[in-house]
């Protein structure tokens, strides 16, 4: 028997067909599935990774503005401790007055985000405050933060619960700081009081997407703000995502919201130094509504891919029947048509096989890059497409490595994602995923807007939104770097510190619109003078700052520079239509020369800017160790002047005004005189210019005028007094009143009372202060004009304002014997005032010579050691024609 074998039959085509079918089937639903979950994760990702940079920017800007509330609070703690305060009664006597509240309002101008700074002594009275003068009574010792640092625990600080003040139901935090004396003894709380919506305002200018949300949480779990707001929610407790932190600086989550129930991705960053968690939150399901748009757009593209490819392999196969060729050349359309469906995504995507050639791209990711047709068709090499690139110029600034670098991370086997920026400028993100045949695909995305509001966030926290310069963080950090240098390479600098003198006329006559634009030009020029590796900065209101880099013992670069601000800051500016001149000090301390620590740098500066503004403004001054020693001095005079008032050491003398024909007593001048127990008799130029700058002068110059005006009561009634005003006393706004209720007590009349200023109160608020000079006088109060012909304005004055008398200075009267000229400009200064029916007093009037010469030019009245010399009023007497006295 024969056996015949049968050959084996080969497959058919159309059976190939079906299995191939069957396998585009499946690759479409796996490549949707993989590419949906994709870009899904990428979604995820994406937002979580925003919501951490936003989490992230926000807690720098807190810190930041919170740090600048703790360095207020700081110095006032040091300045306190520096005065030498042990006990709660000095700390009240010594810090309870109208100029320690002028202080703190100072001390908060630079920081919008504070409402108040308040001073609680260690009872939990409120004994100072720089939002309310007179202080309120008010008992803050229930208060958290109040009885949190009272009870001894080493703790300096406490971040309050939020609290509705009553006066406009305003959200507010406040900020303790524990005042404690040199030996630890408690002494009270100051306290910054900070609106919460400066922060709501602030976490909106950010402008977050849709469904995001931004809090503020103690590190506690309790709300302190939220934007978008839910009121019934700020101050309560919310244990969950904050106690899942532990002790980390930053976390990441997915939750329901436990205020409103919301499935969303949370991101949270501590502040650091303070009890402090912002949180970024983004409801999930507007994390993926793009993703899920995406995913109906593949889902389409899928179903439409399947139907297409099940309709062409029916065809193809009914087509193979008839010619096996016509169906191949189907097939091959059809897999254009996918490449159709790929090509149309939102994002550029590529896919590379195991063999790093690529697979397929749409046309957005050769746009994006700038690719040709040729560069970025299948079955180009990665390493190809990337030197293209390259040559094109959309490869990123650094590409040396890029190559190396990019082909190794193309194939990792876990998922990744990397930023490039590229040298146009662009800023793409890449996500990538591995595929299972140890190919990968990547979807590329253009984020360049995105980095551009990151990076804005990251420029409001560290300049000036004003002048566009440096701000205080900012600059103390240029000034650690610096530092650092100094002490590696022995590298020296210099820290100026300006300060425009009178900036405040400006504010107050034309408005902060006008002052703001002169801050602007200003900082134009000092930045302007400096070298380009200087840093300029504006600390606050009219104050700059620059660091100079010098030689570490060479000054001459220091007085160059400070010399060239001073001239070109000095030079006309047309601000607003308005042509303004304004003139500035300047204090310079040196590294390492005067100190290794930036602050300590800032204060020596201060110190030297304060020389220069007391030896008359427009000038310069370096730090010099004196200094130092002045500044204590000054605190101590000062403190012992805050206690003068209160301990009656200050008394009224009395110099007669004589008529100078008859020698007649006509007035008394009133000269205030200070007996401390242990100084002795401090001689007035020391501390009134102290009483000035220190506002003492508002309660000295109301001491000085209720008892001079009492005095005089007692005097004849054809006797005048004379007291001398001070020009802050115009600054104070109630002087006016002042007057009337010292004439009212003591029975005084207007007639007999003569009010004394110098050319400096029409320099200052001329408009203001003529007002109100015009007020006095309408009251019948004569104004005289002292210390006439030292001034460089003052003939003007004279027709600005209808003086009563004005005071001839005693350096022309004491030369008036041995100088011609000074005899031509008394004779000169006495026929103006005739003319313009003004009576003129001679002062320091010595000899009988001088009063001779004196009667010749005219001049009617005389004061000086001739007549009297100043004395209390018990023993004044007033001089009688031909050597008669007579005491009143």
């Given amino acids: 028997m024969d056996y015949h074998s049968t050959p084996a039959k080969a497959p058919h085509p159309i059976g190939w067909l079906i299995a191939l079918g069957v396998l585009l089937f499946v690759a479409i639903i796996a490549g949707t599935i993989a590419t949906t979950l994709i870009f899904r994760d990428r979604a995820l990702n994406n937002g979580s990774r925003e919501l951490k940079n936003i989490a992230l920017l926000l807690g720098q800007h807190l810190e930041a503005e919170l740090k600048a509330l703790t360095m207020v609070q700081n110095s ?5 401790r520096a005065e030498g305060i042990d006990d709660d009664q000095s700390f009240i006597r010594a810090w309870s007055g109208n100029d320690i509240h002028e202080l703190l309002k100072e001390r908060i101008i630079g920081l919008p985000q504070v409402r108040e700074l308040g001073l609680v002594d260690a009872k939990g009275s409120l004994i100072n405050s720089s939002r309310f003068w007179p202080v309120p009574d008010l008992d803050v010792s229930s208060r958290e933060y109040f009885t949190s640092l009272e009870t001894g625990s080493s703790a300096e600080q406490f971040l309050s619960k939020p609290v509705q003040v009553p006066a406009d139901n305003a959200w507010t935090i406040v900020l303790a700081r524990k005042i404690t004396a040199a030996d630890g003894r408690f002494l009270g709380v100051i306290g910054g009081g900070i609106e919460l919506k400066e922060f709501e305002s602030y976490f909106k200018s950010v402008e977050l997407d849709k469904d995001r949300s931004v809090s503020l949480f103690r590190s506690d779990g309790l709300l302190v703000a939220r934007y978008p707001a839910i009121d019934s929610a700020v101050g309560t407790f919310y244990y969950g995502f904050v106690s899942t932190m532990g002790p980390a600086d930053s976390a990441s989550k997915r939750i329901v919201g436990t205020m409103d129930g919301v499935d969303r991705l949370l991101a949270a960053q501590r502040i650091d130094g303070f009890p402090l968690v912002v949180a970024a939150g983004q409801a999930t399901s507007a994390a993926l509504s793009n993703w899920l748009e995406e995913t109906k757009y593949l889902i389409g593209i899928a179903v439409l891919a399947l139907l297409v490819t099940a309709a062409m392999l029916f065809l193809i196969i009914r087509k193979l029947s008839r010619d096996h060729r016509r169906s191949n050349q189907s097939l091959m359309s059809e897999k254009l048509r996918l490449h159709s469906a790929i090509a149309n995504m939102p994002h550029g995507v590529c896919m590379f096989g195991p063999d790093k050639r690529l697979v397929v791209a749409n046309d957005l990711y050769s746009t994006m890059y700038g690719l040709s047709p040729e560069q970025a068709q299948p079955g180009t090499t990665l390493d190809a497409i990337l ?3 390259i040559a094109i110029g959309s490869s990123p600034k650094d590409s040396d490595n890029y190559i190396g670098t990019r082909l190794q991370e193309a194939f990792l086997p876990e998922p990744g994602y990397i930023i490039n920026e590229l040298r146009d400028e662009r800023i793409i993100g890449i996500s990538r995923r591995p595929m299972p045949d140890g190919g990968s695909v990547a979807i590329h995305q253009d984020i360049t807007a995105q980095k551009r509001i990151e990076r804005r966030i990251l420029h409001l ?6 002048t566009g310069l440096a701000n205080r963080v ?5 000034v650690s770097r610096a530092l650092s240098e100094c002490q590696t390479v022995g590298k020296g600098f210099a820290v100026y510190l300006l300060d425009l003198d009178r900036f405040k006329d400006v504010n107050d006559s034309l408005g902060h619109a006008v002052g703001d634009a002169l801050l602007v030009e200003v900082a134009s020029r000092v930045r302007a003078c400096v070298g380009a590796d200087d840093v300029v900065a504006r600390l606050g209101g009219d104050e700059f700052t620059v660091l100079q880099a010098i030689g570490t013992s060479d000054n001459r670069d220091v007085a160059l520079l400070a010399t060239r601000l001073q001239r070109v800051i000095a030079q006309p500016f047309n601000v607003n239509s308005h042509q303004l ?7 310079v301390a040196l590294a390492p020369a005067h100190g290794l620590d930036g602050d300590d740098l800032l204060k020596k500066a201060d110190l030297a800017l304060y020389r220069a503004k007391s030896d008359g403004r427009n000038g310069w001054r370096l730090f010099e160790t004196a200094m130092e ?9 000062a403190m012992d002047l805050r206690n003068a008032l209160r301990a009656e050491e200050f008394e009224l003398h009395y110099q007669p005004i004589v008529a100078t024909e008859s020698e007649t007593a006509v007035g008394a001048e009133a000269l205030i005189r200070w007996k401390n127990p242990k100084r002795g008799l401090v001689d007035p130029d020391k501390f009134i210019p102290l009483t000035e700058d220190t506002g003492l002068i508002i ?3 109301q001491w000085i005028l209720r008892q001079a005006c009492q005095d005089a009561a007692d005097w004849p009634s054809d006797i005048t007094v004379a007291v001398n005003l001070s020009p802050v006393q115009f600054r104070n706004g109630d002087l006016v009143d002042v007057v009337k209720q010292a004439l009212t007590e003591t029975g005084l009349p207007p007639a007999r009372l003569e009010l004394e200023i110098t050319e400096s109160v029409l320099l200052e608020g001329s408009d203001k202060n003529l007002r109100i000079l015009h007020e006095l006088r309408q009251l019948g109060i004569a104004i005289v004009l002292d210390d006439f012909g030292t001034g460089y304005s003052s003939l003007s004055y004279l027709l600005s304002f209808p003086f009563d008398k004005i005071k001839i200075d005693r350096k022309f009267v004491s030369d008036l014997p041995r100088r011609n000229e ?7 200064v006495s026929g103006l005032a005739r003319t313009l029916n003004i009576a003129t007093i001679a002062e320091g009037v010595a000899t009988a010579e001088q009063l001779i010469l004196l009667r010749a030019a005219g001049v009617p009245l005389a004061q000086g050691y001739l007549f009297g010399h100043p004395c209390p009023k018990s023993a004044i007497q007033l001089r009688q024609p031909r050597s008669l006295k007579r005491a009143i």
């Fill in 461 to 466: 926290a560290h300049y000036d939104a004003l």
């Fill in 699 to 701: 309660p000295l110059g």
């Fill in 387 to 389: 030197q293209a690139r």
């Fill in 474 to 478: 900012l600059f103390l950090e240029e």
């Fill in 76 to 80: 006032l703690v040091e300045r306190i």
């Fill in 581 to 587: 001149t304004i003139e500035t000090s300047i204090g």
């Fill in 629 to 637: 020693r002045e500044a204590q001095s000054r605190l101590a005079l």
């Fill in 822 to 828: 000074c005899a031509a400009i008394v004779g000169a």
